[in-house]
């Protein structure tokens, strides 16, 4: 996502000077990122995009743009509410697109997928017999086994009834999302994200009892009036529900916000109070016995993994469905068009309900040979596990310090690069260089995808 601040240009400048860096600029969650998309010329045939390209082991995706609120830091492409029949309508379109690419990726070779996912938005704002129908559009349309896959949901407080969770389990999720945030109501406030405590652990108790293997609670640092007390806190109320996982992420002030129309945050002093809070939020979790997979990311140790990390929205064979979804070929990234306004969201919407053929790409970008080891080596040196060199090179055939010294190099005298893991060929972070994952990111884009998202007009 696109900070408010800092583009990705000064912090590949600031990160090649030694001049100091901003560790909140963006969360590189899918590189190149939307904002650098435009249409594609000609708008090819999605037969063409996938014929010759592995289909053994795609993910596939879900979307579903419909919240009941939305909250003041959310720069996703989602809608409130779906009045006179939208749900319906959207469904019957996501129904019409699953026939059309599940044609386009033909029989060239074999059609399976590895892991599902349904996001958005917020997918359990359907109704029990609305989800139902989705389920079927993956496996009847698309041909995926949910029961046989990582089935990945992501749920609101408000959203997780006992009717939507039962559906969701007997289809086979593995994985529920919930947005929490905060347990304490008056940040939940501060964040323009209307809840109360009890109906949170309310929520929470459904979903155990609906016994999903894996329960992630997201939770987010750097809210005004949020201190370490009210940070531990949440925490606290989290861990007591032991979650599988953990996300915990930084506020942004994004442009075309609910936050950014009532306060703007650029000072030194707020990056200082995130780090401080994402430091103790850290040591906490990994005191009570969590590992870190990535800055966001922990996982209670011994917790066996539901599906792919939070980089598998960066891999090749992603098939997207809804107007707000992505998809990846080798060569080509593709989605609908992108915004966040209100009323432009709502036009998107009403244009996707009301198409009937979906046999081709609309907006995109194609990734060429560099970008595509940006994207490896983003996707990798973001995760604490980092990559193995030899892995790199039995790909691209070149070294990442062969194809990215300045970057690399700058990074290292930064203190961000382990260089004990260096000597035993592994390309890793350090603990600091993982507090700053969103300078990091943003550094290693090319400046081709950095002029497009510069030249991008917010909508």
Same mark, same amino acid.
Not at 93 to 99: G, K, P, S, T, V
Not at 199 to 207: N, S, T, Y
Not at 430 to 437: F, Q, V, Y
């Given at each position: 996502m696109t900070a408010l601040v800092t583009t990705p240009a000064t912090a590949t400048a600031a990160a090649g000077t030694g001049a100091p860096v901003r560790p909140y600029q963006s969360y590189v969650y899918a590189y190149p990122?939307?904002?650098a998309y435009r249409p594609l010329p000609g708008r090819p045939a999605l037969r063409d995009l996938w014929r010759g390209e592995d289909k053994s082991a795609l993910s596939l995706y879900l979307h579903i743009p419909f919240c009941e609120v939305r909250c003041g830091f959310c720069n996703l492409f989602t809608r409130i509410g779906a009045p006179d029949g939208l749900a319906g309508r959207y469904l019957d379109?996501?129904? @019409?697109?699953?026939?059309a690419v599940r044609e386009a990726l033909g029989d060239d070779g074999p059609v399976r997928f590895a892991n599902a996912a349904f996001g958005g938005g917020t997918p359990t704002f359907l109704t029990a017999d609305e989800l139902t129908r989705l389920c079927d559009i993956a496996e009847l349309r698309m041909g995926a086994d949910l029961r046989a896959v990582p089935l990945s949901v992501e749920t609101s407080?408000?959203?997780?009834?006992?009717? @939507?969770?039962?559906?969701?389990?007997?289809?086979?999720?593995?994985?529920?999302?919930?947005?929490?945030?905060?347990f304490v109501d008056a940040e939940?406030?501060?964040a323009v994200?209307?809840?109360? @405590?009890?109906?949170?652990?309310?929520?929470?108790?459904?979903?155990?009892?609906?016994?999903?293997?894996?329960?992630?609670?997201?939770?987010?640092?750097?809210?005004?009036?949020?201190?370490?007390?009210?940070?531990?806190?949440?925490?606290?109320?989290?861990?007591?529900?032991?979650?599988?996982?953990?996300?915990?992420?930084?506020?942004?002030?994004?442009?075309?916000?609910?936050?950014a129309r009532r306060t703007a945050h650029t000072d030194s002093a707020w990056d200082e109070q995130r780090l401080d809070l994402y430091r103790r939020g850290r040591d906490h979790l990994l005191a009570h016995g969590y590992e870190q997979v990535s800055m966001r990311m922990f996982r209670r140790a011994g917790a066996a993994p539901q599906g792919p990390d939070d980089h598998a929205c960066q891999t090749d064979g992603m098939i997207g469905l809804g107007c707000g979804a992505r998809s990846y070929t080798s060569?080509?990234?593709?989605?609908?068009?992108?915004a966040v306004d209100m009323g432009e969201v709502r036009a998107i919407i009403d244009d996707y309900t009301a198409t009937g053929d979906f046999g081709r790409a609309e907006h995109g970008r194609y990734v060429d040979g560099g970008e595509a080891r940006r994207r490896h080596l983003l996707q990798s040196l973001l995760q604490a596990r980092g990559m193995p060199l030899a892995d790199y090179r039995a790909r691209f055939g070149t070294g990442p310090h062969e194809? %990215?010294?300045?970057?690399?190099?700058?990074?290292?005298?930064?203190?961000?690069?382990?260089?004990?893991?260096?000597?035993?060929?592994?390309?890793?972070?350090?603990?600091?260089?993982?507090?700053?994952?969103?300078? #990091?990111?943003?550094? #290693? %884009?090319?400046?081709?995808?950095?002029?497009?998202?510069?030249?991008?007009?917010?909508k």
């Open positions: 990122h939307k904002t379109a996501l129904d @019409r697109q699953a026939a407080p408000a959203t997780a009834t006992a009717d @939507r969770l039962a559906v969701l389990a007997e289809r086979g999720a593995t994985r529920l999302s919930i947005g929490v945030q905060s939940a406030r501060a994200r209307p809840q109360r @405590r009890a109906d949170v652990e309310g929520a929470l108790g459904r979903i155990r009892e609906a016994r999903i293997p894996v329960l992630n609670i997201d939770l987010i640092y750097g809210i005004d009036g949020q201190t370490p007390a009210t940070w531990r806190t949440s925490l606290d109320a989290a861990l007591a529900w032991e979650p599988e996982e953990l996300y915990l992420y930084p506020l942004y002030v994004r442009p075309l916000t609910g936050l060569a080509v990234h593709y989605s609908f068009d992108y194809d %990215f010294p300045a970057e690399l190099g700058a990074f290292t005298a930064r203190g961000w690069l382990d260089t004990a893991a260096a000597e035993c060929g592994e390309l890793r972070l350090t603990p600091e260089g993982l507090a700053h994952s969103d300078a #990091l990111g943003p550094a #290693l %884009f090319s400046p081709a995808v950095r002029a497009a998202m510069a030249a991008y007009d917010p």
